[in-house]
């Protein structure tokens, strides 16, 4: 019980242990629905955030920036920060801020992809089509071995 520091941790170090963790279940949630997707290995994680590149299944390219805030595009290439999309989030900083989606925030992997990746809603929805046969076949199957043994 002594050894372990994790139920006292702050806050904050607890997120600094979930970073990976978070960008590792992230990958496994959306992997069939997208060409690739991985933790960058050039951009520096720390403890507040981490860097995924992203190929979507139309082969549009990003680098995605997750932070408890959520999920933004700094780059359309992989292992990048565009510094231009910097420079004009600070020069927008308190007018009103138009359609720019490199700026853009999402609260989830899936409300980014949904949004440049027309094939990714395609895909999760043919996923979940699948499951709810499955689900519908082994629904049927019980209800036929249910009235098998009233006979």
Same mark, same amino acid.
């Given at each position: %019980? %002594?050894?372990?520091?994790?139920?006292? %941790?702050?806050?904050?170090?607890?997120?600094? =242990?979930?970073?990976?963790?978070? $960008?590792?279940?992230?990958?496994?949630?959306?992997?069939?629905?997208?060409?690739? +997707?991985?933790?960058?290995?050039?951009?520096? !994680?720390? $403890?507040?955030?981490? #860097?995924?590149? +992203? /190929?979507?299944?139309? !082969?549009?390219?990003?680098?995605? *920036?997750?932070?408890?805030?959520? =999920?933004?595009?700094?780059?359309?290439? #992989?292992?990048?920060?565009?510094?231009?999309? /910097?420079?004009?989030?600070?020069?927008?900083?308190?007018?009103? *801020?138009?359609?720019?989606?490199?700026?853009? +925030? =999402?609260?989830?992997?899936?409300?980014?992809?949904?949004?440049? !990746?027309? /094939? #990714?809603?395609? !895909?999760?929805?043919?996923?979940?089509?699948?499951?709810? /046969?499955?689900?519908?076949? %082994?629904?049927?199957?019980?209800?036929?071995?249910?009235?098998?043994?009233?006979?």
């Amino acid at each position: %019980m %002594m050894g372990e520091p994790k139920p006292t %941790m702050e806050p904050g170090e607890e997120q600094a =242990f979930n970073c990976e963790d978070e $960008a590792n279940a992230i990958i496994k949630d959306v992997k069939a629905h997208v060409a690739e +997707i991985c933790i960058s290995s050039k951009l520096a !994680s720390d $403890a507040t955030q981490i #860097y995924l590149n +992203i /190929r979507t299944i139309e !082969s549009a390219t990003c680098c995605v *920036q997750v932070t408890s805030r959520g =999920f933004k595009i700094v780059s359309s290439q #992989y292992d990048t920060i565009d510094e231009e999309n /910097r420079i004009s989030a600070l020069l927008c900083n308190g007018q009103e *801020q138009g359609n720019d989606n490199e700026e853009e +925030i =999402f609260e989830t992997p899936y409300a980014l992809l949904d949004k440049i !990746s027309p /094939r #990714y809603v395609e !895909s999760f929805g043919n996923q979940l089509c699948q499951q709810l /046969r499955a689900l519908q076949q %082994m629904r049927t199957e019980l209800n036929e071995e249910d009235e098998e043994e009233e006979e």
